[in-house]
């Protein structure tokens, strides 16, 4: 349902950005964001955007990347500038969707793709 793409390698300072794709028998999509996990560290939140475009970010990422959605294109963008090497994870896209005989939305998350930052 969801597909992830434009992880890579960058070093300091650079810039990368992250599409991920809904598919499938899609009514509606209320929220989509972008979540991460570093290494021995929980899932974390770092940003949300609604069907109306209100957003919201983790505090370390406020200011240097900036979620949009393309509702007709059923996906969500993660723009990533001044990445820091604490910046280094697999993010992973979540959305949640109503199907087009549905009643509810229901949370579903990407494959997942790798961010690495060298120093």
């Known amino acids: 349902q969801l597909q992830a793409s434009g992880g890579g390698l960058v070093q300091a300072g650079g810039s990368l950005r992250l599409s991920c794709a809904a598919s499938g028998s899609i009514r509606s999509i209320s929220t989509m964001g972008w979540y991460r996990q570093a290494p021995g560290k929980q899932r974390e939140l770092v940003a949300t955007v609604t069907i109306g475009g209100s957003t919201n970010y983790e505090d370390s990422v406020m200011g240097r990347f900036t979620i949009s959605r393309d509702n007709a294109k059923n996906t969500v963008y993660l723009q990533m500038s001044s990445l820091k090497p604490e910046d280094t994870a697999v993010y992973y896209c979540?959305?949640?969707?109503?199907?087009?005989?549905?009643?509810?939305?229901?949370?579903?998350w990407g494959q997942g793709t790798q961010v690495t930052v060298s120093s």
């Open positions: 979540n959305a949640n969707i109503m199907s087009t005989f549905g009643m509810r939305y229901v949370p579903y």
